[in-house]
T-cell receptor
Framework: AQKITQTQPGMFVQEKEAVTLDCTYD???????LFWYKQPSSGEMIFLIY??????QNATEGRYSLNFQKARKSANLVISASQLGDSAMYFC?????????????FGAGTRLTVKP | DSGVTQTPKHLITATGQRVTLRCSPR?????VYWYQQSLDQGLQFLIQ???????AKGNILERFSAQQFPDLHSELNLSSLELGDSALYFC????????????FGDGTRLSIL
């Protein structure tokens, strides 16, 4: 079964508007971490933001925020005031805490295009 | 700069050949991961090492092997290369814990002619 699901293969947003990239996850662990990465066309993988399963507040990092809904098992990335440089692939990932296995699982990614 | 160093950045070779990709993790990180990303595809997890020991295995072909050395650097060996092995190969490293992100190197772009 898929651990991380990103249902939007591609998204478009107008420059300066906000956009939400969806991510749902599946785990039976109580302790886990959720991560978002950005991959621009140049290819590098850039870590954006982290949310812990016990965190009561949504994580924020500059224009990035994570809309964490634990009961629904969703961890959507919100990018505010989109910029042309935000055009990239975005990957959601999860790291579980059960013993012997804390490698990270990645979703299939969402390609975001910011239109001028 | 993620602190993870991968060499070489680009590699062009022919079918049937063997190559070695190298990775130096971030200082202090004990875990090293290898991923394969084919064109416009997601990340395929290949293998994980923790402090020199193999920890987890993903969709790694038998033609591929890896190891992590006592100084924690890692190498991914790809042999009997096929056209379909052309891809971007990433190394990542992390500290232990569910709150620790993986930090990625810039990748090695492998082209098989």
């Amino acid at each position: 079964a898929q651990k991380i699901t990103q249902t939007q293969p591609g998204m478009f947003v107008q420059e300066k508007e906000a956009v939400t990239l969806d991510c749902t996850y599946d785990t039976s662990d109580q302790s886990y971490g959720l991560f978002w990465y950005k991959q621009p066309s140049s290819g590098e993988m850039i870590f954006l933001i982290y949310q812990g399963s016990y965190d009561e507040q949504n994580a924020t990092e500059g224009r990035y925020s994570l809309n964490f809904q634990k009961a629904r098992k969703s961890a959507n990335l919100v990018i505010s005031a989109s910029q042309l440089g935000d055009s990239a692939m975005y990957f959601c990932a999860m790291r579980e805490g059960h013993e012997g296995n804390n490698d990270m699982r990645f979703g299939a990614g969402t390609r975001l295009t910011v239109k001028p | 700069d993620s602190g993870v160093t991968q060499t070489p950045k680009h590699l062009i070779t022919a079918t049937g050949q063997r190559v070695t990709l190298r990775c130096s993790p971030r200082s202090g990180d004990l875990s090293v991961y290898w991923y394969q990303q084919s064109l416009d595809q997601g990340l395929q997890f290949l293998i994980q090492y923790y402090n020199g020991e193999e920890r987890a295995k993903g969709n790694i072909l038998e033609r591929f092997s890896a190891q992590q050395f006592p100084d924690l650097h890692s190498e991914l060996n790809l042999s009997s290369l096929e056209l379909g092995d052309s891809a971007l190969y990433f190394c990542a490293s992390s500290a232990t814990g569910t709150d620790q992100p993986q930090h990625f190197g810039d990748g090695t772009r492998l082209s098989i002619l």
